[in-house]
């Protein structure tokens, strides 16, 4: 689904202009499959969705809609592609956050198109998490995507449908949507705007501006690219940098627009006033210190009102935008580390019930199903194949109970080879290993974190990933909080596989996608979000493969760790990115 964000505190946090992210196309997922002999023919392309005339569900205000894209499989069920971020008070709404999807000419592609108004109570939720079953379903549109990408504009208007509306004929909207190929490209830009003088729309206040970028297409109109969050009470506000790469804003003389808003908390936004500039007219304006006024639209054709209000350019920075493949395939490597959970909530081994039974006649057992299923993924991933595995929370031989033991049984060493190695020593482990509890991740997590900070002395070529089998009931919550927060600043992401059919709540928690930061005892915020969970009942009912459930978050996450420590891949060898 991606990393998509609610238009959160009320519509007025930024969107689209954030470090560029792994969207719905994971160059990680692209490099398992083609490394395994599937080379789809496609092109890679980004749909502008908007939407015009939506069914007004609220009483004293305006729908809050927000939009998912879903691609038909060929047994009818949906696959979700994206979602967009939620507009507040707007049945017009254009939205920022674009979708991605893989064009595969010699394929059928059916897109279904969900339109909901999101209930206010959960406008500071992130959107990936949001249960549809809450929301109002506003309506549906249908297409082919070859119906988009062979239209000379790449753009089409679909007419909305609502099958549960029992209120009479009516319309309810349409949508437009247009597709874009992505640009194989590294440049990016950070910059941070200002203004000065801004004219007050408010009578009682100051205004509260924001900016929204928008790119000028071809075909005469314009695709938002971005929009600043938003400043209260200030009319001469400085926002925090944004940074847009090629793909948003095309080349440096594209034409873009800038339009500065008064922001309105029902939606309809007081334009204070645009400008047209390219990127490399921004970094004039900042070599030269040098602002540009807004002008304002009048009614007279081709006339326009030059205002007070000037708009600066505080700072311009040019920079690559590595892919984790540029990473990968330069030279750095991920090792992958393996720790499972004995405790005994898991249930008696001997009986056919727990998720620990070894079935005679060869059934895998959950955890052995997630191991199997697992390390057919991270084996391909990691260098050397020589994978630490640890138990945590069994009673090991020596009669004490061990939240971080060998699985191999071994005094000193802890690394098995390959995922034979791994299914062998958790076998044998059973036989030697009581379950008993209670669930503890933190030693396992302090361990890993320890591996991974030696690193750092001896090769800054490593990553690792660690990777924790659990039946989900956790006992430690804070003590792990704290340990995830520690090791954020170390080349280390978690991925947490949930076995059985537990209430994974706590797992959600850890997985910082489902709210803020991890914060630790001591107040401290995580440096960046290292964890991912996966629930494997989620995978044996279809709904994500095991790739992609496993590999949807660790590019970006180690892409957020080489970035905030200005790494480079290691057969990089240009000058650094200019500043001016």
């Given at each position: 689904?991606?990393g998509?964000f609610?238009?959160?505190?009320?519509?007025k946090?930024?969107?689209?202009g954030?470090?560029?992210?792994?969207?719905?196309?994971?160059?990680?997922?692209?490099?398992?499959?083609?490394?395994?002999g599937?080379?789809?023919?496609?092109?890679q392309?980004?749909?502008t969705?908007?939407?015009?005339n939506?069914?007004?569900?609220?009483?004293?205000?305006?729908?809050d809609p927000?939009?998912?894209?879903?691609?038909?499989?060929?047994?009818?069920?949906?696959?979700?592609l994206?979602?967009?971020?939620?507009?507040?008070?707007?049945?017009?709404?254009?939205?920022?956050?674009?979708?991605?999807?893989?064009?595969?000419?010699e394929?059928?592609?059916?897109?279904?198109?969900h339109?909901?108004?999101v209930?206010?109570?959960y406008?500071?939720?992130?959107?990936?998490?949001?249960n549809?079953?809450?929301?109002?379903?506003?309506g549906?549109?249908s297409?082919?995507?070859?119906?988009?990408?062979?239209?000379?504009?790449?753009?089409?208007t679909l007419?909305?449908?609502?099958?549960?509306?029992?209120g009479?004929?009516?319309?309810?909207g349409?949508?437009t949507?247009?597709?874009e190929?992505?640009?194989?490209?590294?440049?990016a830009v950070?910059?941070?705007f200002?203004?000065?003088?801004?004219e007050?729309?408010?009578?009682?206040?100051?205004?509260?501006?924001?900016?929204?970028?928008s790119?000028?297409?071809?075909?005469?109109?314009s695709?938002?690219i971005?929009?600043?969050?938003?400043?209260?009470?200030?009319?001469?506000?400085?926002w925090k940098?944004?940074?847009?790469?090629?793909?948003?804003?095309?080349?440096?003389?594209?034409?873009?627009?800038?339009?500065c808003?008064?922001?309105?908390i029902?939606?309809?936004?007081v334009?204070?006033?645009?400008?047209?500039?390219?990127?490399?007219?921004?970094?004039?304006?900042?070599?030269?210190?040098?602002?540009v006024?807004?002008?304002?639209?009048?009614?007279r054709?081709?006339?326009?009102?030059v205002?007070?209000?000037?708009?600066?350019?505080?700072?311009f920075?040019?920079?690559?935008?590595?892919?984790?493949?540029?990473?990968i395939?330069?030279?750095?490597?991920?090792?992958?580390m393996?720790?499972?959970?004995?405790?005994?909530?898991n249930?008696d081994?001997?009986s056919?019930?727990?998720?620990?039974h070894?079935?005679?006649?060869?059934?895998?057992?959950?955890?052995q199903?997630?191991?199997?299923?697992?390390?057919?993924?991270?084996?391909?991933?990691d260098?050397?194949?020589?994978?630490?595995?640890?138990?945590?929370?069994g009673?090991?031989?020596?009669?004490?109970v061990?939240?971080?033991?060998?699985?191999n049984?071994?005094?000193?060493?802890?690394?098995?080879?390959?995922v034979?190695?791994?299914?062998?020593?958790y076998?044998?482990?059973?036989?030697?290993v009581?379950?008993?509890?209670?669930?503890?991740?933190?030693?396992?997590v302090?361990?890993?974190?320890?591996?991974?900070?030696?690193?750092?002395?001896?090769?800054?070529?490593?990553?690792?990933?660690?990777l924790?089998?659990t039946?989900?009931?956790?006992?430690?919550?804070?003590?792990?909080?704290?340990?995830?927060?520690?090791?954020?600043?170390?080349?280390l992401?978690?991925?947490?596989?949930g076995?059985?059919?537990?209430?994974?709540?706590?797992?959600?928690?850890?997985d910082?996608?489902?709210?803020?930061?991890?914060?630790?005892s001591?107040?401290?915020?995580?440096?960046?979000?290292i964890v991912?969970?996966?629930?494997?009942?989620e995978?044996?009912?279809?709904q994500?493969?095991?790739?992609?459930?496993?590999?949807?978050?660790?590019p970006?996450?180690?892409?957020?760790?080489m970035?905030?420590?200005d790494m480079k891949?290691?057969?990089?060898?240009?000058?650094?990115?200019?500043?001016?």
């Open positions: 689904m991606g998509c609610s238009d959160v505190r009320g519509g946090e930024a969107v689209g954030a470090q560029p992210r792994p969207t719905v196309h994971n160059d990680a997922v692209e490099f398992f499959y083609r490394s395994h599937a080379f789809p023919l496609f092109s392309l980004e749909l969705i908007s939407a015009s939506l069914l007004d569900l609220d009483v004293t205000s305006k729908s927000m939009l998912i894209v879903y691609a038909k499989k060929s047994d009818g069920k949906l696959e979700e994206g979602r967009t971020e939620v507009i507040l008070n707007s049945l017009n709404p254009v939205w920022i956050e674009k979708v991605s999807i893989a064009y595969q000419f394929m059928v592609q059916p897109l279904i198109f339109v909901y108004d209930d206010t109570k406008h500071n939720v992130p959107v990936k998490t949001l549809l079953r809450d929301q109002e379903f506003l549906e549109g297409c082919g995507l070859s119906e988009i990408v062979t239209k000379q504009t790449r753009s089409l007419n909305l449908i609502n099958k549960n509306w029992h009479g004929m009516r319309k309810f349409t949508l949507v247009r597709a190929e992505t640009i194989a490209s590294r440049s950070e910059i941070k200002r203004c000065s003088h801004l007050n729309k408010d009578l009682f206040s100051k205004s509260d501006p924001f900016l929204r970028i790119r000028i297409v071809e075909s005469g109109g695709i938002p971005c929009k600043t969050e938003v400043v209260d009470n200030n009319l001469n506000p400085t940098p944004v940074c847009l790469s090629m793909q948003q804003f095309g080349s440096k003389d594209t034409p873009l627009v800038f339009e808003f008064d922001f309105n029902n939606g309809d936004h334009l204070i006033g645009k400008i047209q500039k390219s990127v490399a007219d921004l970094e004039k304006l900042y070599k030269e210190r040098s602002g006024n807004f002008f304002f639209p009048t009614s054709q081709g006339h326009e009102k205002l007070k209000g000037q708009l600066f350019v505080d700072q920075f040019e920079k690559e935008q590595f892919s984790f493949l540029d990473y395939s330069s030279g750095y490597e991920l090792n992958f393996v720790a499972v959970d004995f405790t005994g909530s249930g081994p001997r056919p019930d727990s998720l620990h070894i079935d005679p006649y060869g059934r895998l057992n959950s955890y199903q997630a191991i199997r299923e697992v390390g057919e993924v991270i084996q391909f991933y260098v050397d194949k020589r994978f630490p595995s640890w138990g945590f929370g009673r090991t031989t020596n009669g004490t061990s939240h971080c033991f060998n699985l049984g071994s005094a000193s060493d802890f690394e098995v080879e390959g034979e190695g791994i299914m062998g020593a076998a044998t482990a059973l036989h030697n009581s379950l008993a509890g209670p669930t503890l991740f933190g030693q396992v302090n361990k890993a974190a320890e591996i991974a900070g030696r690193s750092l002395s001896s090769s800054n070529n490593k990553y690792y990933v660690l924790i089998i039946d989900g009931i956790l006992t430690d919550l804070q003590e792990t909080k704290d340990a995830l927060v520690r090791a954020s600043n170390l080349p992401s978690v991925l947490i596989v076995v059985g059919n537990a209430d994974f709540k706590q797992m959600e928690i850890l910082a996608d489902s709210g803020p930061r991890l914060e630790s001591t107040g401290r915020i995580a440096t960046r979000d991912q969970f996966v629930a494997m009942r995978v044996h009912s279809g994500i493969s095991v790739v992609q459930g496993l590999l949807e978050e660790l970006g996450q180690f892409l957020s760790y970035r905030s420590m891949p290691l057969t990089f060898h240009a000058g650094q990115p200019s500043t001016s």
